[in-house]
């Protein structure tokens, strides 16, 4: 079986890295991007299965990245990392169709279902349509 | 850049740097790579988790590591951010699913540029230490519920011995009581000829008086006569009553009759008094014991109690009080009475055992002397009652302290007196002494501390009350 690849959108690198290594572990294959250009940059060269995106970010913060994702990548599943049990942007990047939430002081096994449970409805949904 | 990763790769996997020492490490030597893949294992590696090292050379490391081993990866990121060495716990996942409880101890690999490369982690098995310390607190565990039980045990056992001991104690008061009032109930015979005697002579005196108030009636009828002649002015007839008046004072012996009646009332009132003090003194004696300590005069103690035993004494033995001024000591008046009742009673007996034995020319029992002394020694009163009876035999001096033992016939003794008094006499931070001579006589002496101790009840075992024969 081919390993699932993520791609990790954060601009802190310490965190980002803690968590690909962790993915890796669990034998995803994982990019890692620094910001929201550098992450449309990378999808416009590889398309990965899942994204993680830091809401919080300078710049292109995550509810702008995860806009133009909508338009250029349509239903790609999107699962919205913030450091706060609760974001009032949450409401809007669930408008823009996120498929989860990951909280970083949360565990990564927590991730790792959010993973799961993203492919296995996109999965069904596609079974639907 | 990619092509000097590999290449670093490359000499991790070479086994030329591996040393023999690794290989025959007892611990667990493993090396992670940036991307979490593992890198090498050695054989101790490869035997705990039943892989042979082809299998998982290339593999992430989650593939050995439990999900649940979060802190495994913290300590991974802190390694690979501050280049510090870490320790953790985690488990490792063998071939067969078994889950091994490890430690991990971790430090890293530095590349070309002081990169941080790779993790190399030591990876100890921690099961039979874990094993050893559930052993120690399952050991503890037993170790603290025998204490517990045993501290029960304990505490049932001392509630037992309390039980015990308050019975002992309650027991012993009643001992005590019994005691006083068998003393008591020996005296009883003299106390009720004491009681008699009075009676006797108040009745005998209320006899007299009946007969004088009827002498006197007939005096004063006899007036009533002579008054009413006068009062007629029958001088003749006035004369009469008054010449028979004269005459029956005469024959009555009136003047003398006047004069007894006063020594009747005197003496009868005397006689009531002696009851009523008898009385009195037999129900302080016979009092249960009281409670709070007193000021206690000793003398008083020997006169009252010397009342009670008058009457048992006198009979058998002159009773010479020699009392001399002593200070008050604190105590318990009606036990030290009790002392001194049983040591007199005590002497009174040892009369009748002479008597037995030893009889004057004429046939008649001789008197012996009982000498009740009290002084001042230093600190402490004394109180001596000597007797001229027939002793204490050597054989027994040794035992006259113990409960139960007398030498007196059935229903005269009940064997406790004396160790009831030397039990008191202890209560009081006193001492009692014995000394006797067969056939010529015994004196005890009970020294009492004028500044007594709150009542010390503990009385010490090693303490013997001092005995000494002749």
Same mark, same amino acid.
């Given at each position: 079986m081919d390993a699932i690849e993520v791609l990790l959108v954060d601009d802190e690198p310490d965190y980002a890295e803690t968590m690909a290594f962790w993915l890796k572990a669990k034998g995803y294959r994982v990019t890692t991007a620094a910001d929201g250009h550098e992450a449309l940059a990378k999808l416009s060269e590889r398309l990965p299965r899942i994204v993680f995106l830091?809401?919080?970010?300078?710049?292109?913060d995550g509810i702008e990245t995860l806009r133009r994702i909508r338009r250029s990548h349509g239903a790609l599943p999107v699962i919205m990392v913030t450091a706060? #049990?609760?974001?009032?942007?949450m409401g809007e990047a669930e408008q823009l169709g996120a498929v989860g939430f990951f909280q970083? #002081? #949360?565990?990564?096994s927590v991730a790792a279902r959010l993973i799961d449970r993203a492919l296995h409805d996109l999965k069904q949904r596609k079974a639907a349509s | 850049m990619n092509s000097e990763r590999d290449l670093y790769r490359g000499l991790l996997r070479d086994e030329a740097l591996m040393a023999n020492l690794i290989q025959s490490l007892i611990d667990v030597l493993v090396v992670v790579d940036r991307d979490a893949v593992v890198q090498f294992i050695n054989r101790a590696g490869e035997d705990l988790l039943g892989h042979p090292s082809s299998e998982l050379v290339g593999q992430p490391v989650g593939a050995i590591v439990t *999900? =649940?081993?979060?802190q495994f990866f913290r300590a991974i990121r802190e390694l690979m951010t501050t280049g510090e060495s870490r320790h953790c716990d985690l488990e490792l996942v063998t071939r067969s699913g078994e889950k091994i409880p490890a430690t991990f101890n971790g430090s890293v690999l530095r590349g070309p540029?002081?990169?941080? =490369?790779a993790v190399v982690g030591v990876i100890r098995d921690v099961r039979e230490i874990r094993r050893l310390v559930r052993e120690l607190e399952d050991a503890k565990v037993g170790l603290e519920n025998t204490v517990q039980k045993r501290t029960r045990e304990l505490a049932a056992a001392k509630t037992r011995a309390e039980q015990a001991y308050e019975e002992l104690k309650t027991a012993q008061a009643q001992l005590i009581h019994a005691e006083k009032m068998s003393s008591l109930g020996q005296l009883a015979a003299g106390v009720a000829h004491e009681i008699n005697t009075p009676i006797g002579f108040v009745g005998a005196n209320l006899r007299t008086l009946r007969e004088y108030v009827w002498d006197l009636l007939q005096l004063a009828a006899g007036y009533e006569g002579l008054l009413g002649a006068v009062e007629r002015s029958d001088f003749e007839a006035a004369r009469g009553e008054a010449e028979r008046g004269r005459a029956l004072a005469q024959r009555l012996n009136a003047r003398a009759l006047l004069e007894d009646l006063a020594h009747v009332a005197t003496e009868s009132e005397g006689g009531l008094n002696r009851v009523r003090r008898i009385v009195q003194d037999l129900k302080a004696f016979s009092r249960s014991e009281e409670q709070e300590q007193t000021s206690v005069d000793i003398n008083e103690g020997v006169e009252s109690t010397l009342a009670i035993a008058r009457n048992e004494l006198k009979y058998k033995a002159e009773v010479i009080k020699e009392l001399g001024p002593v200070p008050a000591i604190l105590g318990y008046p009606q036990q030290l009475n009790q002392v001194i009742l049983n040591l007199l009673v005590n002497a009174a007996h040892a009369f009748d055992e002479r008597t037995k034995t030893s009889v004057e020319g004429d046939g008649s029992p001789s008197k012996g002397t009982i000498w009740i002394r009290t002084f001042l020694r230093g600190e402490a009163v004394v109180l001596e009652v000597e007797d001229t009876g027939c002793g204490i035999a050597p054989e027994h001096m040794a035992k006259i302290f113990d409960p139960f033992f007398t030498t007196k016939p059935v229903g005269k003794g009940t064997g406790l007196g004396l160790s009831i008094s030397y039990g008191i006499v202890r209560k009081h931070s006193g001492t009692i002494e014995v000394e006797s001579h067969v056939g010529q006589g015994t004196r005890f002496r009970v020294v009492l501390p004028?500044? @007594?101790? @709150?009542? *010390? =009840?503990? =009385?010490?075992?090693g303490e013997e009350p001092e005995r000494r024969a002749a």
């Open positions: 830091d809401i919080m970010m300078p710049g292109m706060y #049990a609760s974001d009032e942007r970083k #002081a #949360a565990d990564f | *999900d =649940e081993n979060l540029g002081n990169r941080i =490369e004028v500044q @007594a101790p @709150a009542a *010390d =009840e503990t =009385e010490k075992p």
